[in-house]
């Protein structure tokens, strides 16, 4: 590999400025200086206080340049016992700088601000320092803290490349829709007991990542589906919200995916879709992607999962599509960008494109390939009033497009087994609508499907109650058997120790279209 320079911090340090002094008069250099781009009061104040990084080239640097080599937050660190010694910075801040030794892996190479006590740091090699920046900041303000990375980045690991069906031919998602980060902790406004009975405020964003790392103790998926909204609105650190939903993702080595709700990009200080993707796609275990420049929106992207190794075979597509977000409207209140036809033919287009190359495929021979897709906001035929819920609750009326694009249409065409969405939290129905006849390869066959799933509302930071009734957190699981083409699906509810209305959904590669259940209790 060819040896490519990288950035070294030589020193850093933070500024305040007042209401009267911008920001952008700072003197510092900008050729050497780099400002993190966080208020870290967090636009609550006056005032503004900003982290800058001095980089130097690590081809650059001199016999003699001093680099940093250490970071501290708090009280003065012990003597390092190397000759140098630590120097004090604002916001309580200690660099521990030493000649450059040509050793990168000695210096540290990035300094990056994250938001809140809860803040953790996913990416591999970071550290994040346990005591926050002292800044004279409101109470109510969460709390900044530095993360510090040494040498260079290792490459993430290839999560891709281990998306394979177990031995015994099953796949296992979890689907995480509606977590509602917010930057802090968060207040959970509807919590309920084992018992239903109504729980006090409490702090939410904790409450998400144990019931998050709960249900992935129990299930121990071989993916998981973030399907949008994992960021609340308008809060001021995209960043350090987005990593704690992640966090019990990457620690168990799981291999995640995401699309993006109206909530996600909402906000004067969130980050774009295009940023978070960037973001969520160099993180460890991450398949996301923003999908074709041509294709509207951001993270129109499909996955493949493969027989077991050294198998080729492809015995199960995933898609996913960005639903867009809230817009204007003088039909509906509130109303959504529709699925666009960009996304439509591209969708087509790639299933189209992927079961002509199976069918090619002499080396395969299994009879069953079995397809899925996801997206945020409930497509208008999850309001439509010939749908027959099999499975699970319809507990507060559909919020989607008013209008229809049709792309339930191409589902039905290609042949899907279920589409997966969030956004209405506590609505958590499996439901068919009646078979539309296809017309792929001139089939006049009427197709039962794909079925409609709603995830649930998995996060404590948003609402979870309806009508004044309060109801329970939760998550889908998909299970697949590619060795039977079925699927079926359940879900994990807080409190309950089982799996909570166990569906099957397709068996030997077909819908199941059987009559209408009686709802469960949760």
């Given at each position: 590999?060819?040896?490519?320079?990288?950035?070294?911090?030589?020193?850093?340090?933070?500024?305040?400025?007042?209401?009267?002094?911008?920001?952008?008069t700072?003197?510092?250099?900008?050729?050497?200086?780099?400002?993190?781009?966080?208020?870290?009061?967090?636009?609550?104040?006056?005032?503004?206080?900003?982290?800058?990084?001095?980089?130097?080239?690590?081809?650059?640097?001199?016999?003699?340049?001093?680099?940093?080599?250490?970071?501290?937050?708090?009280?003065?660190?012990?003597?390092?016992?190397?000759?140098?010694?630590?120097?004090?910075?604002?916001?309580?801040?200690?660099?521990?700088?030493?000649?450059?030794?040509g050793?990168?892996?000695?210096?540290?190479?990035?300094?990056?601000?994250?938001?809140?006590?809860?803040?953790?740091?996913?990416?591999?090699?970071?550290?994040?320092?346990?005591?926050?920046?002292?800044?004279?900041?409101?109470?109510?303000?969460p709390?900044?803290?530095?993360?510090?990375?040494?040498?260079?980045?290792?490459?993430?690991?290839?999560?891709?490349?281990?998306?394979?069906?177990?031995?015994?031919?099953?796949?296992?998602?979890v689907?995480?829709?509606?977590?509602?980060?917010?930057?802090?902790?968060?207040?959970?406004?509807?919590?309920?007991?084992?018992?239903?009975?109504?729980l006090?405020?409490?702090?939410?964003?904790?409450?998400?990542?144990?019931?998050?790392?709960?249900?992935?103790?129990?299930?121990?998926?071989?993916?998981?589906?973030?399907?949008?909204?994992?960021?609340?609105?308008?809060?001021?650190?995209?960043?350090?919200?987005?990593?704690?939903?992640?966090?019990?993702?990457i620690?168990?080595?799981?291999?995640?995916?995401?699309?993006?709700g109206?909530?996600?990009?909402?906000?004067?200080h969130?980050?774009?879709?295009?940023?978070?993707?960037?973001?969520?796609?160099?993180?460890?275990?991450?398949?996301?992607?923003?999908?074709?420049?041509?294709?509207d929106?951001?993270?129109?992207?499909?996955?493949?999962?493969?027989?077991?190794?050294?198998?080729?075979?492809l015995?199960?597509?995933?898609?996913?599509?960005?639903?867009?977000?809230?817009?204007?409207?003088?039909?509906?209140?509130?109303?959504?960008?529709?699925?666009?036809?960009?996304?439509?033919?591209?969708?087509?287009?790639?299933?189209?494109?992927?079961?002509?190359?199976?069918?090619?495929?002499?080396?395969?021979?299994?009879?069953?390939?079995?397809?899925?897709?996801?997206?945020?906001?409930?497509?208008?035929?999850?309001?439509?009033?010939?749908?027959?819920?099999?499975?699970?609750?319809?507990?507060?009326?559909?919020?989607?497009?008013?209008?229809?694009?049709?792309?339930?249409?191409?589902?039905?065409?290609?042949?899907?087994?279920?589409?997966?969405?969030?956004?209405?939290?506590?609505?958590?129905?499996?439901?068919?609508?009646?078979?539309?006849?296809?017309?792929?390869?001139?089939?006049?066959?009427?197709?039962?499907?794909?079925?409609?799933?709603?995830?649930?509302?998995?996060?404590?930071?948003?609402?979870?109650?309806?009508?004044?009734?309060?109801?329970?957190?939760?998550?889908?699981?998909?299970?697949?058997?590619?060795?039977?083409?079925?699927?079926?699906?359940?879900?994990r509810?807080?409190?309950a120790?089982?799996?909570?209305?166990e569906?099957?959904?397709?068996?030997?590669?077909?819908?199941?279209?059987?009559?209408?259940?009686?709802?469960?209790?949760?």
């Amino acid at each position: 590999m060819a040896f490519v320079p990288h950035p070294v911090v030589t020193d850093l340090t933070v500024c305040v400025f007042s209401p009267t002094v911008s920001p952008s008069t700072c003197k510092l250099d900008p050729r050497i200086w780099h400002r993190v781009e966080k208020d870290l009061y967090l636009y609550t104040c006056q005032q503004s206080a900003w982290l800058y990084v001095a980089l130097a080239n690590e081809e650059e640097l001199a016999d003699g340049d001093l680099v940093v080599v250490d970071i501290k937050v708090g009280d003065p660190p012990p003597s390092s016992g190397s000759g140098h010694s630590w120097e004090s910075r604002p916001g309580g801040i200690w660099v521990l700088r030493s000649k450059f030794s040509g050793m990168i892996d000695e210096a540290v190479t990035e300094v990056d601000v994250l938001l809140g006590i809860d803040a953790v740091d996913p990416r591999p090699q970071w550290t994040l320092m346990p005591s926050s920046l002292q800044l004279n900041g409101q109470p109510e303000v969460p709390v900044a803290r530095l993360s510090v990375l040494h040498g260079r980045a290792k490459p993430r690991p290839d999560a891709r490349a281990a998306l394979r069906v177990r031995e015994d031919g099953k796949f296992k998602i979890v689907q995480i829709s509606d977590t509602h980060m917010v930057t802090g902790v968060g207040v959970c406004k509807d919590a309920i007991d084992a018992h239903g009975n109504y729980l006090p405020e409490s702090e939410a964003d904790p409450l998400t990542v144990d019931f998050i790392a709960s249900v992935l103790d129990v299930e121990k998926p071989d993916l998981v589906i973030l399907t949008g909204d994992q960021l609340h609105h308008d809060i001021p650190d995209s960043k350090s919200a987005l990593f704690k939903v992640v966090a019990p993702i990457i620690e168990r080595s799981t291999p995640f995916a995401a699309v993006f709700g109206n909530h996600d990009s909402e906000g004067s200080h969130a980050l774009s879709r295009t940023a978070q993707m960037t973001m969520l796609q160099n993180l460890p275990f991450s398949l996301c992607e923003p999908g074709p420049e041509h294709v509207d929106g951001i993270g129109n992207f499909c996955i493949q999962v493969l027989a077991p190794a050294p198998s080729p075979r492809l015995l199960s597509t995933l898609y996913f599509l960005d639903s867009h977000g809230q817009i204007p409207s003088n039909i509906r209140n509130p109303d959504y960008d529709p699925i666009k036809q960009s996304q439509i033919d591209w969708f087509a287009e790639t299933s189209q494109a992927y079961r002509s190359t199976r069918e090619k495929d002499d080396n395969n021979d299994n009879r069953f390939h079995l397809s899925l897709a996801f997206l945020h906001i409930p497509l208008p035929e999850f309001g439509d009033s010939r749908l027959s819920i099999r499975n699970g609750h319809r507990r507060e009326p559909t919020e989607g497009p008013s209008i229809n694009s049709h792309f339930y249409d191409a589902l039905v065409k290609e042949g899907i087994s279920a589409l997966g969405c969030g956004h209405d939290h506590v609505n958590d129905f499996c439901a068919l609508l009646p078979p539309q006849q296809t017309q792929r390869d001139g089939d006049k066959t009427p197709y039962p499907g794909p079925w409609l799933c709603h995830g649930g509302g998995t996060g404590f930071g948003g609402y979870c109650s309806y009508g004044g009734v309060r109801f329970h957190r939760r998550a889908r699981v998909w299970e697949l058997d590619t060795s039977t083409g079925s699927l079926k699906t359940w879900k994990r509810i807080e409190y309950a120790m089982d799996r909570v209305d166990e569906l099957v959904l397709v068996e030997s590669g077909a819908v199941v279209n059987v009559g209408e259940d009686d709802e469960d209790m949760d």
